[in-house]
């Protein structure tokens, strides 16, 4: 009898353990698993043309696509002038560009030196058209991974105001 017993127990104590020795346990926090679609087409690529980022290189033979054909700029910047483009500059483009930094999208500081006034004024009035038809403004899209610059509706001479406080940031 004590052999029945004591086989019994061995037998109960097998099935025991090799039926609950794994146990899952859940993650904390929320993740989702997915795959990617196999129907999904990739971003257009914009082919580099050089080393240097967009956002770093020197074009200032391109005037943009835009209204704007020509811009004259004096010598001595017009502080009136840059003070109204200051304002507007924080009440429509600081959500996304800081003036010294790297945001959304690029910093002023220094545009001038990278690029033609007109196209500065080009990208603030016409930036959907900049961004399809211009290589730079393209290839700066693709740099600021993909953020379009939206249209803040400003006249030429709010953008020429703009302009000018953006002389003031060199």
Same mark, same amino acid.
């Given at each position: 009898?004590?052999?029945?017993? &004591? ?19 859940? &993650? ?72 010294? &930094? ?29 961004? &399809? ?38």
């Amino acid at each position: 009898m004590k052999i029945v017993v &004591k086989s019994v127990v061995l037998i109960f104590s097998l099935l025991l353990t090799a039926c609950g020795g794994k146990e899952e346990k859940k &993650k904390e926090g929320f993740s989702v698993d997915r795959e990617k679609a196999k129907t999904e087409k990739p971003a257009e690529a914009v082919p580099a043309t050089s080393a240097v980022p967009a956002s770093q290189r020197i074009d200032l033979e391109n005037k943009g696509v835009g209204p704007v054909k020509s811009v004259t700029l004096s010598p001595d910047i017009d502080e009136a002038l840059a003070k109204k483009g200051e304002e507007i500059y924080t009440q429509m483009c600081l959500a996304c560009h800081r003036v010294d &930094k790297k945001f959304i999208g690029p910093a002023p500081t220094g545009i001038l030196k990278r690029r033609s006034p007109e196209w500065v004024m080009n990208m603030i009035l016409n930036p959907e058209v900049m961004v &399809k038809e211009d290589p730079l403004a393209k290839e700066l899209i693709a740099e600021f991974n993909g953020a379009p610059m939206s249209n803040q509706g400003l006249t030429e001479d709010q953008a020429r105001s703009v302009l000018e406080f953006f002389r003031t940031l060199e």
